[in-house]
């Protein structure tokens, strides 16, 4: 039997169609926008002004107080404009453009060769800073900066690193394309990660539908450090949620509220184990990333390593263009992804993908009552009841739901996709989160 | 002016183009309550041809005008009292319509019937609001008014094939022992074989064991219930019956006599599964579905009704909102936050 997360869990149609699609590098593109903000906590302030020449992988935007990030130009150019520019929802951000020269120039210390480096031997406190200043966050999508994660809170104890290459979503193939064909220097990254929190043991969890990428990355563990462990996992969404996949792993939960440090672990994704590797090794700052773009309307399926700025158009253009029945695109996974209302914005560390989506699969089912079948409760993974936190954000009963753990919630919409009745209960759901967490708020 | 990404192409890519933007999840599963209700129909088929063959062309009669008031019912309340929107291409009429004949003789008069169905789905549903609403399984609903309105119609049952009587086994058995015979004794009167297949006296879709647990597989193959409650109720039927009999043979049924006669089978599968009336968690399903094999064992024994299984089912409807009320799902990581030890 493999292992899985205890409660609940979905298994929607795979539909991983780019699996197969080696990892293709897309030419520079003639100018880049890089946000200030790609990571959660404070934006970065720009330390380049209008008119800079810049080098590629030179920083450009320092990270502002301990939760934030550094950010990097992607290409060698002048830069045009530090404004504004429209996010994938039509949001005004800041960010920083520049016309690209048609050859890179990298930016002092920075190993650009294919070769690979196998030892280290920084301190954790000297990985930790390169980590930092290479402004690597979580590559998973919620981009939180890695140095902070990798900073152990005093008095806690850690003895576990986890490395996800779950995957869970459907149609994503990015991490897979990076186990197979960038395995050994991600496990390389996820050394040094854990020589700079001090744990001795590695679990790379990785669902039983990518076989190939257990087995490259068990034949290549032993030759980079012992104790890395990869585990197969059952294939069930959400797994690839950090409580989910500790709680697979080590059978530990993570209490309600708590982090995963509570119970004495650390989870990686295998994109930003990668881009550690890059950082401390190659002395690499996070300039590019793998987006796999993928739907079954498009002309062909692609896993592209693009550089961060790059505009989320000229990709799909790259990819053969974007289909006339196009409903939906999509930022990240069908579960969990956004849908994008403005394509003319640049790809950030945290996109793990580009999905598209003809019109007739973007439009919502109509709402049928509830018929109390009990499914959205048997496969919330959080043990909680969608329906009646859903019906009393609904209603506007903040208190009850509160006590119903609405903020337990993760917002994986397993209820929403299970309902036959098509009831739109994450929605509701999330409202009543972000109330509830409000109201906390304005007690304290 | 700000310069945007991808401005470069004379015109923005997106100044044409409309995308159709909502929050995630952006993909949903197969299953739909339309589908799910058609899968428990499909589900009774096998019990449904069992009784034709048994009874004959009166039970076919029976569900068509069953199903059809249910479906007239409920739309012409929907249509002219409610005048909400139409819902009644769900199949969830039909399903009632069909468990609420099966719960009757194939031999009763029709009108009959078609005042069951009025009580089933004007009473049992409507009332409450329709489909997802109702605290009481409407079906039982009809099948109770009916059976304490024409208890005599209700209780005639026609006598199949070589047996003596056309009382059921479960009251057959009952006057046995009221007469002073034992179980053994009274066992003479029954043919496993008969009752495992359906050659019995009683309402004429509960006859056959093997076409029920046949809709059954059908039900957890397509995934419409769990095995929870029917296992629940059953399991505890058995024990229960199963002490019973372990303690004095002589004077009470096997729990095999007691699972094979009655509405025990039917009531486990299809009508204490019936999503609306029943609870949201498993260990609800628990409780809910001890009550019922508890409550139906209790009236059979020693009740003045041969059997209790529609009453079982609806006393432990009243109970659905309570039990979900106070027992909740197991919560992943539902302990305390411990402080960091300094």
Known sequence: MLKTF??????????????????????????????????????????????????????????????????????????????????????????????????????????????????????????????????????????????????????????????????????????????IERGEEMLIGAWIIAKAIGVQRIIIGIEANKPEAVERLAALAGGVAAGIEVTPLRVRYPQGSEKHLIAALTSRQVPSGGLPVDVGVIVQNVGTALAVYEAVQKNKPLIERVVTVTGHSLPRQANVSVRIGT??????????????????????????????????????????????????????RVEQPCIRCAKCVSVCPMGLEPYLISRLSRRAVWDEAEIHNITDCIECGSCSWQCPSSIPLLDFIRIGKSEVLKLRRSRK | MPVEAGARYGKTYMEDRKLIVSPSPHIYGAQSTSRLMLDVAIALLPALAVSIWVFGIDALLVTVVSVGSCVLFEYLIQRFLLRGPLTVNNWSAIV????????????????????????????????????????????????????????????????????????????????????????????????????VIGFKSGSFGEVSAVALLLGFAWLLYRRVITWRIPVYVLGTVILFTGILWAVDPQQYMSPVFHVLTGGVLLGAIFMATDYVTSPMTGRGMLIYGMGIGVITVLIRIWGSYPEGMSFAILIMNAFVPLIDKYVKPRRFGAVKVKKAKA
């Open chain 1, 6 to 179: 205890p409660i609940g869990g979905i298994h929607p149609p795979e539909n991983k169609i780019s699996r197969e699609c080696r990892i293709e590098t897309m030419p520079v593109p003639a100018s880049v926008t890089i946000p200030l903000s790609q990571h959660i906590g404070a934006p970065a302030e720009p330390v380049v002004t209008k008119g800079d020449r810049v080098l590629t992988g030179q920083l450009i935007g320092r990270g502002n107080g301990f939760v934030s990030s550094n950010v990097h130009s992607s290409v060698t150019g002048i830069v045009t404009a530090v404004d504004t520019y429209l996010d994938g929802s039509g949001n005004r951000k800041r960010g920083i453009t520049i016309q690209a020269e048609e050859v890179d120039e990298w930016a002092v210390g920075i190993d650009n060769s294919p070769e690979v480096v196998h030892t280290c031997d920084l301190s954790p406190r000297e990985i930790i800073s390169k980590v930092a200043d290479a402004g690597v966050v979580g590559m998973g999508g919620a981009t939180f900066p890695t140095h902070v994660k990798m900073t152990v809170p005093d008095g806690r104890k850690v003895d576990t690193l986890i490395i996800n290459g779950v995957e869970c979503e459907p149609y994503l193939t990015d991490d897979y394309r990076v186990m």
């Open chain 2, 96 to 195: 009632t319509g069909m468990l609420l004949a099966f719960n009757l003789p194939s031999s009763i008069p029709l009108w009959i019937v078609v005042i069951g169905a009025l009580v089933a789905i004007g009473v049992g549903k409507m009332t409450f609001g329709g489909l997802g609403k109702n605290p009481f399984n409407p079906a039982l609903v009809g099948r109770v008014f009916l059976l304490l309105s024409f208890p005599v119609a209700m209780t005639t049952f026609p006598v199949v094939a070589d047996a003596a009587t056309g009382a059921t086994p479960l009251s057959a058995m009952k006057g046995a022992l009221a007469s002073g015979m034992t179980v053994p004794e009274a066992m003479a009167m029954f043919s496993y074989d008969d009752l």
């Open chain 1, 311 to 364: 505009s989320v158009s000229e990709l799909l253009e790259y990819c053969g263009g974007l289909p006339d029945d196009t409903g939906k695109v999509i930022a990240g996974g069908p579960m969990m992804g956004k849908a994008m209302s403005n394509l003319d914005t640049p790809v950030i560390k945290g996109l793990s993908a580009v999905l598209v989506m003809p019109q007739q699969e973007s439009l919502r």
